[in-house]
């Protein structure tokens, strides 16, 4: 009986003995921590401040939508419009720091890290929007893209908004001396305040998502900005008078924190480029549809009276706005303009 209580305690000491030296393998062995990491849910928050009817909003949606489901759910792009995680001013540092993955602010707001990028915001540097995506893609558009990468950025693409066109409450702007002595909301761009302190005008620097409450309150007069932009934030209801001026193109910029790109595992970067190429296209088509959409309920509204500039007064403004250009090339030279469409016939 004493050998049968023996050999139990053996067997079980035995037992204990192969159990320890399997879990100490298990620490000595680990599991491969890529491996570990790519079986894991991957999340990105993407933080933007305009609403989820512009061009912006619905692509921004419809691109969580193909990753998640091209991804099998593995990668999820998780949206906040509207400002309510990050107002505009707070994006950028919120990015940068790490505390969302990605986000799409206008180009000028780009313009205070590197200034080269506010030659897209030059009046009348584009005819269109192909001439746009071509100046992007060019080499010296690739160029500026390529100075994101000192501040920790990662740029994926560009998205459309469209044409800005002028509204204010005070009296319709047909030359370009009626915006003389008007408020005007602008963003964060020295070129932007540069366009319209030439012609005597006031620009103030004020986040979009306020801009609503600074009109009402009579803070400002008027501003710029997109026909998509303008209806999804009602400003129309507060002015009322529309130029369909043209004068300066709207975009976005598509970024991602540099050191969270790099710690992706290259297959997702691969899905996330590729979606993007693809919502990139459609968002560019959307952009000018939904452009022709609001354009015509504004007519239909008959609530704010529009002026449309012709050919030729398109042409007097571009020559008022050419001091802007001398300012440009004089803070941050002279490569970024000639390379514009509308230089290109002169080299």
Wanted: charged letters at 20%.
């Amino acid at each position: 009986m004493w050998s049968n209580r023996f050999a139990r305690s053996f067997v079980s000491v035995l037992i204990f003995i192969t159990i320890l030296l399997v879990s100490c393998q298990e620490d000595v062995y680990p599991t491969d921590n890529e491996q570990l990491s790519h079986e894991e849910q991957i999340v990105i928050r993407f933080s933007h401040v305009v609403g989820e009817n512009t061009p912006k909003g619905m692509a921004a949606v419809k691109f969580a939508e193909l990753i998640k489901e091209r991804s099998n759910g593995h990668v999820e792009i998780q949206v906040f419009p509207n400002g309510v995680l990050y107002k505009d001013g707070e994006e950028m540092n919120a990015l940068l720091r790490g505390d969302i993955q990605m986000i799409a602010p206008a180009i000028s707001k780009i313009t205070t890290l590197v200034p080269e990028w506010s030659v897209m915001d030059l009046p009348y540097a584009f005819k269109n929007a192909d001439e746009v995506h071509t100046y992007v893609n060019s080499a010296v558009g690739q160029s500026l893209m390529t100075k994101l990468n000192a501040h920790n950025l990662f740029s994926m693409g560009v998205w459309d908004s469209g044409f800005k066109q002028l509204s204010n409450s005070i009296r319709p702007i047909e030359a370009v001396q009626d915006l003389n002595g008007l408020r005007m909301r602008i963003m964060p761009s020295d070129i932007l305040a540069e366009q319209f302190s030439i012609v005597g005008a006031y620009p103030k620097r004020i986040d979009f998502n306020t801009v609503f409450h600074q009109l009402q309150r009579g803070n400002v007069d008027g501003q710029e900005n997109t026909l998509t932009n303008i209806t999804s934030k009602n400003l129309h209801s507060l002015q009322d008078y529309l130029t369909i001026s043209n004068h300066g193109y709207l975009g976005y910029l598509l970024l991602m924190n540099h050191e969270f790109w790099n710690s992706l595992p290259e297959d997702v970067q691969t899905l996330l480029i590729e979606t993007l190429e693809e919502v990139q296209e459609w968002e560019w088509q959307l952009a000018e549809k939904l452009t022709a959409e609001r354009l015509e309920e504004m007519k239909a509204c008959d609530c704010i009276k529009i002026y449309n500039l012709s050919d030729e007064e398109k042409e007097e403004w571009e020559s008022a706005f050419e001091p802007v250009y001398r300012y440009y090339a004089e803070n941050y030279g002279k490569r970024y303009i000639q390379a514009l469409p509308k230089n290109q016939s002169h080299h």
